[in-house]
């Protein structure tokens, strides 16, 4: 059994002792690039114990008071990985990119170790292939996802739209006017339009509530639709038509 002795590897910065983090709950960050960076400076506002690792020691002094624990390191190195107590984390994050090779050797060691949840970032599809063939069950495509999200705000009738699938996604619109003002039962709108109106907020409100099939909603609501790509798109330009 490999000795954790942390301590006396390069590790350069640490506040916590990493395998003590790793067995209380921590998420390990691997790559604190501009992706992992924000990942991880978004769990640790939130509270959660970080465990950073980064080859680069500028990055790493970066990150050195921001998470509980970071170090520099090779993360394609087995032992490393072990000596940070990598092995004992349940949630890893890969978010190494533009090194494939470094990307998939860090995936493949990371799936050795028998972690409980994985992701891995890919930054293209054949990137993203390999890491699911390799067995990584949660493959996430930043600049992809976010083109595609941009493509739909960009039309102008969705103000936010979440990808949930491929074929799957979550997008805040306003009511067409063809369903507003009547109980949302009496739209007929899944069997016509393909979409479930999940939720909705009041203008000027604050608070998104369930919408039930009681609901009567306004065209100045907002609200969250759910379906394909293509039906919350033809759905959310219902009115285009009617519009000066
Ligand atoms: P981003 O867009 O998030 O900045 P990227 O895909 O452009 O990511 P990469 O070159 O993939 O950038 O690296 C992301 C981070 O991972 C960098 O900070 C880099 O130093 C680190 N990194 C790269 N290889 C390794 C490795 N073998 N072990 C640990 N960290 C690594």
New binding site residues.
Partial sequence: MIEKNWMARSASFFTGDPTRLAKDGAVAV????????SLAKELASHGVDVIG????EA?VAEFADRLAHVSR????DEVVLRQLGIDEVSRVVI?????LE??IL?ASRILKLGNRHIWA?A?SEPHAEILHQLGIPNVISPENDMGRRLAHLIRGHISDFLPIDEDFVLARTTPPVRIADVPLASTGLRGKYDVTVVAFKRRGGSRWDIADRDVTLYADDEILIAGSPHHVEVFSELDKDTEG
Wanted: glycine share 22%.
């Fill in positions: 691997i790559g604190l690039g501009r992706f992992g960076g690792i980064d080859i680069a990055v390191g090779d993360a394609t978010a190494i990119g533009s090194d470094a990307s860090v970032k930054i």
